[in-house]
């Protein structure tokens, strides 16, 4: 999973006496709420309509993954939310109970009910007898617990350490108490390292009695991904997963390879064994393990894993009960679709056709060879044809803005379940793949620098007639059920008329049905969302979780002075010139930090002899500045560094600094 950095304001049903405590401080306040909006609309005629239609034509009569998914039950535990040490609701499956009454929802995809159903595990489940369990359903991913000699190997820790703890208590609660003897990171994405306080302590990692293992560039990959375009990312990350939306049939149901997020507080513990090599074999607490590094697929860093004297091929989030996403809807480099299918197809041909038991981070579990081989074809196919699709239609001329009316899935991979789009979906992939390979112009001059939508968009509004024509015309076209055209000549009035409630309200009614049809939950999301905000408007963040000291130390300090760089206004910048020698004294490292061209450059490793100003600093104190506790001129004023040379070069670069909003306008006329 990739949900970048985590504000969540999201509905939690509150159920007294079902409660789990988790006895750790809660640094950040607790979130607020969204404000309870109104009931939104029904599934109309037509979108009702096309539900039915794919009731029949989907292969519902398939229900292995219903199997699959319960084999192995041990015990669910006696609550459904586990609270934070303040009170504070960090997860709740009982908001989604409402998927298990066996109503079909007309405003929920067929096939997207089916897999929120799926989702619905929660508890404790033995893969392999005696030897491999799983934790589902207290987070997003899964933690997967295997019985080492001496005791258990966790592969992945979840996001938070408050649903860490609880998963692994409730383990040893079934099973019997062991301590954690090792830790595996699957992958860069923090739903899968996030946890790791709730389960070991840092001092038995530092003291070799834990060891963390983690694939080659996990630690730059796991800090890096979400620093530069992080304010942005986060915000384009509640319209992905629906942090705004309440759970329920008309809101957000699934997240594709799990529920949703928690929100509680994340971690990170340093690997102490990195893999480096392709294929490495490993002898973790009397367990052989091969692991498989998997560069550019799911994540920049991840790695499958292979063990050999039982058969079981863990397949990360590489292989997993969807489409995964090769753009991300938050903002995130394109992956590579191709890499993806040729990783999959090397994993198939050097364990696949003996593995047993195929397990991964999120979703269930597959058994039996015939079985596993039919998912990891089916998986690397689907990666590999919208990769050469794709390619085979831009060949022919068909551009990225038509690309996603074009790709179609084959027949064959849709009537297969593991390939359904519920994370990703052909519409956004099959543009991301065009994108990596021929960048965002379609080769149409009048599209290279063209106005901005609030540019454009009074004129076309004024050569249609007026908001009145528009409205009447578009009432038309929802009454044909053409919700598309439909959006396209509402959108423009909304940035016309940014102030025209009715067309928000409009175009709200329209967003919303098409988020009714979507299969994928990014898309679903994204429209429900951008629907709710066109109504009642941005929804308050509440508390801004800042960095966590984990992660804060985990950044270089390069990497946090290239972020300062990006906040940078090079209209008010321009003209600046000085240079800046930055020294961290207890770890000895330096930088030149220069102003020139509107610019702030960075480079570590020098010293200028022209520097207007050095400041020394202990690495340890800038942490307090990377988590946004403290400033760099509080705790320089709080005696926490030296300052040799002119201070007010200090002064001027903090007058240029922009502080982000972190709930900017993505539709127009939203704000409050």
């Known amino acids: 999973m990739d949900p970048g950095q985590y504000f969540y304001y999201e509905l939690a049903r509150r159920d007294s006496d079902r409660l789990f405590r988790v006895e750790f401080d809660l640094s950040e306040p607790v979130p607020t709420p969204p404000v309870p909006w109104g009931r939104p609309n029904p599934a109309t005629e037509i979108t009702a309509e096309q539900q039915a239609r794919l009731r029949t034509q989907l292969p519902f009569a398939d229900e292995r993954d219903f199997e699959e998914s319960r084999r192995g039950f041990i015990a669910a535990p006696p609550y459904q939310q586990i609270l934070g040490a303040a009170g504070n609701v960090v997860w709740d499956m009982g908001r989604y109970e409402f998927l298990l009454n066996g109503e079909d929802y007309d405003s929920i995809h067929p096939s997207l009910q089916r897999q929120a159903t799926l989702n619905m595990n929660f508890g404790l489940y033995e893969v392999v007898p005696d030897f491999i369990y799983q934790i589902r359903g207290y987070d997003l991913a899964n933690m997967t617990l295997i019985r080492g000699e001496e005791g258990w190997v966790l592969f992945d820790v979840l996001l938070t350490r408050e649903t860490a ?173 191709l890499s993806w299918s040729r990783q999959i197809n090397e994993a198939l041909y050097r364990f696949g056709r003996e593995a047993e038991v195929m397990v991964s981070s999120h979703n269930w579990p597959r058994w039996g060879n015939e079985r596993i081989q039919e998912v990891m074809r089916d998986q690397r196919d689907a990666y590999a044809n919208l990769n050469n699709q794709v390619l085979n239609l831009a060949n022919r001329g068909v551009t990225i803005n038509q690309m996603h009316n074009e790709y179609k899935v084959p027949e064959s991979l849709q009537q297969s379940w593991a390939v359904r789009q519920y994370h990703g979906s052909e519409f956004h992939n099959s543009r991301a793949v065009i994108n990596r390979y021929l ?29 009145n024509n528009i409205m009447t015309k578009t009432d038309e076209l929802v009454a044909q059920g053409d919700y598309r055209h439909a959006m396209e000549l509402l959108n423009k009035l909304v940035y016309a008329e940014p102030g025209n409630q009715a067309a928000k309200s409009r175009l709200a009614d329209v967003f919303e049905q098409l988020g009714y049809q979507y299969e994928s939950t990014s898309m679903r999301n994204v429209f429900l969302t951008a629907a709710q905000e066109l109504r009642y408007g941005v929804a308050p963040l509440g508390a801004v979780h800042s960095a966590s000291p984990d992660l804060a130390r985990a950044m270089t300090t390069a990497q946090w002075w290239d972020a300062v760089a990006t906040r940078v206004d090079s209209q008010r910048a321009d003209g600046l010139a000085f240079k800046i020698n930055f020294v961290t004294s207890d770890n000895g490292e330096q930088f030149v930090i220069e102003m020139r061209g509107g610019t702030l450059t960075t480079i570590s490793g ?57 709930v900017f306008e993505i539709m127009p006329g939203t704000r409050r």
């Not at 079934?174 to 994405?189: D, I, K, M, N, P």
């Not at 709080?638 to 040799?644: C, N, S």
């Open 165 to 337: 703890a609880a998963a692994l208590a409730f383990a040893n609660e079934q099973l019997g108490e062991r301590s954690v003897t090792a830790v595996v990171y699957s992958h860069s994405h923090i739903d899968h390292f996030g946890g790791v306080r709730g389960v070991v302590d840092e001092a038995d990692v530092l003291a070799g009695r834990v060891q963390v293992y983690a694939p080659v560039g996990f630690m730059e990959e796991a800090i890096s991904e979400n620093v530069y375009a992080g304010n942005a990312m986060s915000r384009r990350a509640s319209y992905q997963y629906g942090n705004p939306l309440a759970a329920g049939p008309f809101g957000q149901v699934d997240s594709a390879i799990g529920k949703g997020l928690p929100r509680g507080t994340s971690g990170l513990i340093a690997p102490t064994v990195v893999v480096t090599e392709d294929f490495e074999e490993h002898l973790i607490d009397g367990i052989r393990i091969v692991f498989q590094n998997t560069p550019g697929t799911e994540a920049p860093a991840e790695m499958n894993a292979w063990f050999p004297d039982s058969k079981v091929f863990w397949a990360a989030e590489n292989i997993t009960a969807t489409i995964h996403n090769i753009y991300t809807l938050r903002g995130a480099l394109v992956r590579d679709a």
């Open 606 to 662: 020098y010293q200028s002899g022209q520097a207007d100003v050095t400041i020394r600093m202990n690495r340890s104190d800038l942490d307090q500045v990377i988590m946004g506790q403290e400033t760099l001129a509080s705790q320089l004023g709080a005696g926490r560094g030296q300052v040799e040379g002119d201070v007010a070069v200090l002064q001027q670069l903090a007058s240029v600094l922009v502080q982000f909003d972190p």
């Open 439 to 467: 960048g965002y112009w379609d080769g149409n001059p009048a599209t290279l620098a063209p106005l901005s939508p609030e540019q454009s968009a009074p004129l076309y509004v004024e050569m249609m007639g007026g908001a």
